[in-house]
C-alpha cells in the first residue's frame, strides 16, 4: 500500500500540488486520471521520489519515503516497476537483455538464472520463445508486452504506469490493461496508472483518483464514477456533447 499525505509541491508561484492525499491499496489497479496540467505526472514523480516535495508524506507499506536515508531509497526502488509511455526498450538489446536489465544492475542473480526469470516473465505476457528478437521486430502491443515483462522482472511489491495505452489500438490496449490487471491480482501488487483512457477507467478501475486543480478532487470506483454528479468528472469523462447525451444511458 502507498499512502500520499498532505502533499505540497510548487515551482516558484505555481502551486501544483495542494495538501493532495490519497491511498493506493495493494492488490488493486488504482488509477490517476485528470485534464492536461493539473498534476498527475508531479504526483508520480514525487511518489517515486524523481521529485522532492515541499511538505507532506509519500509511505511505502508505512515506511516514510521522505525521511529515507539515500540507501534505504534504493531500497525502496529496487520494489518499484515502471512501464514508460512509449514502452522505453532498449533499441539494440534483444527482448531477453531488455528483460534481464534491471535484473544485472540490481541483483548478482547468475546468467542462468537471469535467463530463467526472464523465460518466466515472457510466458507470463504470452511472448514465449521471442526471446532474440530486437525491439524493432515487435509491434506496438508486442513492445508493451515486453516492457510489462521487464517491469515485473524484479518482482516489485509497486507498480507504475505511465499512459500504457498511449499510441496503441482499442483492443489491443484492452488486452493491456486486462494484463496490467491480472498480474496486479496475482502478484498483489500495488498498482497505479496514469491514463486518459476513459475505457481504462471503465474497464479496470479498481480505485481511480481525480486530479483537479491539483487536489484529490474525488475518488472512487469505475462504478461509482458513471454515476456522479460531480461537473468537472461529468466534463472529463463526457468531454464531448455527444457523450453527455449518453450519461443516461450509461449510468
Ligand atoms: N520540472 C518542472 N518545472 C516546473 N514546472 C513544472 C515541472 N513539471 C511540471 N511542472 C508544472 O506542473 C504543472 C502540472 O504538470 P503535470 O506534468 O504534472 O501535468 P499532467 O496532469 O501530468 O499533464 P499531462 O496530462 O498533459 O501530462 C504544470 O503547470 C507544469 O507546467
Given at each position: 500500500m502507498i499512502e500520499v499525505k498532505n502533499i505540497n509541491k510548487s515551482f516558484g508561484e505555481n502551486?501544483?500540488?495542494?495538501d493532495f492525499s490519497a491511498r493506493f491499496e495493494a492488490g488493486k489497479v488504482n488509477l490517476i486520471i485528470g485534464q492536461s496540467g493539473q498534476g498527475k505526472s508531479v504526483l508520480t514523480k514525487c511518489i517515486v521520489g524523481l521529485m522532492e516535495v515541499d511538505s507532506g508524506s509519500v509511505l511505502y507499506n508505512d515506511r516514510d519515503f521522505s525521511k529515507m536515508k539515500r540507501k534505504e531509497r534504493k531500497n525502496i526502488r529496487k520494489e518499484i516497476g515502471m512501464l514508460f509511455q512509449g514502452s522505453a526498450?532498449?533499441?539494440?538489446?534483444?527482448v531477453e537483455e531488455n528483460i534481464m536489465f534491471p535484473l544485472k544492475m540490481f541483483t548478482d542473480m547468475s546468467k542462468k538464472e537471469m535467463l530463467e526469470r526472464a523465460n518466466t516473465c515472457l510466458e507470463r505476457v504470452n511472448?514465449?520463445?521471442?526471446?532474440?528478437?530486437?525491439?524493432?521486430?515487435?509491434?506496438g502491443g508486442m513492445m508493451k508486452r515486453v516492457a510489462i515483462a521487464r517491469a515485473i522482472s524484479m518482482k516489485p511489491k509497486y507498480l507504475f504506469c505511465d499512459?500504457?495505452?498511449?499510441?496503441?489500438?482499442p483492443s489491443t490496449s484492452l488486452l493491456i490493461d486486462n494484463l496490467i490487471q491480472e498480474i496486479t491480482y496475482e502478484y498483489n501488487m500495488t498498482t497505479v496508472v496514469i491514463t486518459h483512457d476513459m475505457n481504462s477507467v471503465i474497464e479496470i478501475g479498481d480505485h481511480i483518483v481525480f486530479i483537479h486543480t491539483g487536489r484529490n478532487w474525488w475518488q472512487g470506483t469505475k462504478e461509482e464514477i458513471i454515476k456522479t454528479e460531480n461537473e468537472e468528472i461529468i466534463d472529463f469523462v463526457y468531454a464531448s456533447k455527444f457523450m453527455k447525451s449518453l450519461k443516461g444511458k450509461l449510468g
Open positions: 502551486h501544483v500540488l495542494h526498450l532498449f533499441d539494440s538489446m534483444t511472448l514465449s520463445g521471442r526471446n532474440k528478437l530486437l525491439p524493432a521486430e515487435l509491434s499512459e500504457p495505452n498511449s499510441g496503441l489500438d
